[in-house]
């Protein structure tokens, strides 16, 4: 399967098929022309033009003063690369890399970047090669673009850094043996152009979101079974309420839980109740608040990734190389501050749900087990998700509202949305732990309603669950059947 890069709109959901199902890429012949066409145009402008040309005939950042002299501009793009791969911390995965080598091309393929065609291809080999840089996840400001990990990104493609191929780490200069490709040979502006840009924050942000629909969508399901094995009531999702707040995450949320309530013995059984707890009682209201975020990101960063985000940018109908700042992260910065706090709730009120199925009310046992005391039954895994919830409220602290000058103040506001996606893609994890020990108890409390059943929807869940993790009749060792349980919700 191929999919062609064109001016066309690019979707996260293509991007989540191209990855998942392994798809080749090559460029339009649309795409090849404008490459090759605003080549063309810079190499001209270059030789007739006397003023400087930022990061093509100068130096960077605060060195954007010092004149290039033309034996030295490929020097110039190549000493860049190398300078700024200063890249620490954990590597970014690979899943994450590879969005993020599909992102740079499409940005360079709509043909206001310079850069040359053979450039742009060996990227398209490195992505159907299934080759991963190896790219870090600390070092980047958002600012000017995410300087840092594109250039660990990049760097393989001149011979340098690390890369993981079949499964192997190995030197840049070793996978170019192996393929028998010679190193890129950077012209002048190519090296700014492929570390300008957002595509590590982007990247971060694609994968986020396609898990963040992912775990909504299970965290509605779960909080179901929680309510029909908590003895709940289905008063507070009736349809005329959330019509009176016609917020749409909040509608969508009610109208989803009836629909998997449908058939539901346990729900029409007399309620000694007259009300449940928020976390149950208002599952529409903070869920749909999750959705609507959801959505309102989604928008942002749909956005981002079909723009031209690095500088200078090469316009040749106004006959200019603009230094401007498409490359700041600002417009997707808060954004993924706001989705890390949206996905921290949504594990915030699955705790407590978790909280309310242990507690030894409404006629289920405590800590979920029959002969409790000599058992502790499900006690410490209300403890397991209160600490990754803690953890995920500390990582909900917005990293948008930071800045620190740097580039000796010439770069005095940065955006630190690197920072945001990264915490963001530890708060993704920590919800979806949490999400899996909601069902590990849910599904156990179910237990204790029977003969009682469910609606099909959720017997349904809960059959393919009781395939990998049992009823448990007294204390188990417990982490694999939470590891289990995470697995089963992937």
């Not at 993924?336 to 949206?342: K, R």
Request: charged share 20%.
């Amino acid at each position: 399967m191929i999919h062609q890069i064109n001016a066309e709109h690019l979707t996260i959901e293509r991007i989540d098929e191209i990855i998942r199902k392994g798809y080749k890429i090559e460029l339009s012949e649309d795409a090849r022309k404008r490459i090759v066409r605003c080549r063309k145009y810079l190499d001209e402008k270059i030789e007739r033009e006397c003023e400087p040309i930022y990061g093509v005939t100068t130096g960077f950042g605060s060195l954007c003063k010092v004149s290039i002299g033309a034996d030295q501009l490929s020097e110039l793009q190549v000493n860049l690369i190398m300078s700024h791969a200063c890249g620490v911390g954990e590597r970014v995965p690979n899943d994450i890399v590879k969005i993020m080598i599909l992102l740079k091309i499409q940005n360079m393929s709509y043909g206001y970047s310079g850069c040359k065609l053979d450039t742009v291809e060996r990227m398209i080999d490195f992505f159907n090669n299934d080759v991963y840089p190896i790219v870090y996840m600390q070092g980047s400001l958002g600012a000017s673009g995410d300087l840092v990990p594109l250039a660990h990104l990049c760097l393989p493609m001149l011979g340098m850094g690390e890369v993981e191929f079949q499964g192997q780490r190995m030197t840049g200069a070793e996978l170019l043996k192996k393929m028998n490709w010679s190193p890129i040979k950077l012209a002048s502006k190519e090296g700014l152009a492929l570390l300008n840009g957002t595509q590590n924050m982007a990247s971060f942000a694609v994968w986020a979101l396609i898990n963040a629909k992912r775990l909504s969508t299970w965290a509605d399901k779960i909080a179901t079974m929680s309510l029909e094995a908590f003895d709940g009531r289905i008063d507070p999702f009736t349809h005329t309420v959330h019509m009176l707040r016609p917020h749409k995450g909040q509608i969508e949320t009610a109208d989803y839980i009836r629909q998997l309530l449908e058939g539901s013995e346990l729900i029409k059984q007399p309620k000694v109740n007259v009300q449940d707890p928020y976390s149950f009682r208002c599952i529409p209201q903070v869920h749909g608040a999750v959705k609507d975020t959801i959505n309102y990101v989604y928008s942002v960063i749909d956005r981002e990734i079909n723009s031209v985000t690095d500088n200078p940018i090469v316009c040749e109908n106004e006959d200019a190389v603009i230094s401007a700042g498409n490359f700041h992260g600002e417009p997707i910065a808060m954004p993924l501050d706001f989705l890390s706090i949206a996905l921290s709730e949504l594990a915030n009120i699955s705790e407590r749900r978790i909280y309310r199925l242990v507690s030894g009310t409404r006629g289920l046992p405590s800590f979920l087990v029959a002969n409790p005391g000599v058992n502790s039954g499900f006690m410490i895994t209300q403890y397991t998700a209160a600490a990754v919830v803690s953890q995920s409220k500390t990582l909900g602290m917005p990293a948008s509202v930071d800045s620190i000058p740097s580039s000796q103040d010439q770069e005095d506001h940065v955006s630190m949305g690197a920072n945001a996606a990264t915490k963001l893609y530890k708060v993704v994890y920590n919800t979806e732990k949490v999400l899996a020990i909601e069902l590990f108890n849910a599904a156990q409390a179910l237990d204790f309603r029977r003969p009682l059943k469910s609606s099909p929807a959720i017997e349904a869940i809960y059959e393919a669950y009781r395939k990998i993790v049992p009823f448990l009749k007294e204390d188990q060792v417990m982490y694999t059947h939470i590891a289990h349980s995470i697995e089963f919700l992937r």
